[in-house]
């Protein structure tokens, strides 16, 4: 056990971030898990997310993700899985352009000029 203050405060954070990390890591596995053994859109797409969360919080390395990805995709692909973010984009378009607004300009107000005295 440590005895310095700044060390004991190190033992009580780093207990903190590898409860965190185990969370997300256990998170990760269930859900390359369930993809595995069931491939479908939803569980490709939560494993995706599953490996995005992980890098950004640093628990694995995003060559890591990156490969578990691809291998993924792979698998999907094999099942005859269609991802979900290729229906998601070709409709994404269409909708986008029916629901902008045109673009209006803002005039900036006219700055008020004072009578200088003489």
């Known amino acids: 056990m440590p005895i310095i203050k700044s060390a004991k405060k190190r033992v009580r954070t780093a207990r903190k971030a590898a409860v965190r990390n185990s969370k997300t ?3 990760l596995r269930n859900a390359l ?3 595995t053994a069931k491939p479908s ?7 995706q ?16 993700a990156a490969r ?3 291998r993924a995709a792979a698998r999907a ?6 991802p979900a973010k290729a229906a ?10 029916k629901a902008a607004k045109p673009a209006t300009k803002k005039t900036a107000p006219k700055k008020k000029t004072t009578a200088k005295k003489k």
């Not at 998601?88 to 352009?97: G, I, T």
């Open 68 to 70: 578990l990805k691809k």
């Open 33 to 35: 898990k369930i993809f």
């Open 25 to 27: 890591r256990r998170n």
């Open 49 to 64: 997310s599953s490996l995005d969360k992980a890098v950004k919080k640093g628990v694995i390395h995003k060559n890591k």
């Open 77 to 82: 692909k094999a099942a005859g899985v269609k």
């Open 88 to 97: 998601a984009k070709k409709a994404a378009p269409a909708n986008a352009a």
């Open 41 to 47: 859109a939803g569980s490709h797409s939560s494993a």
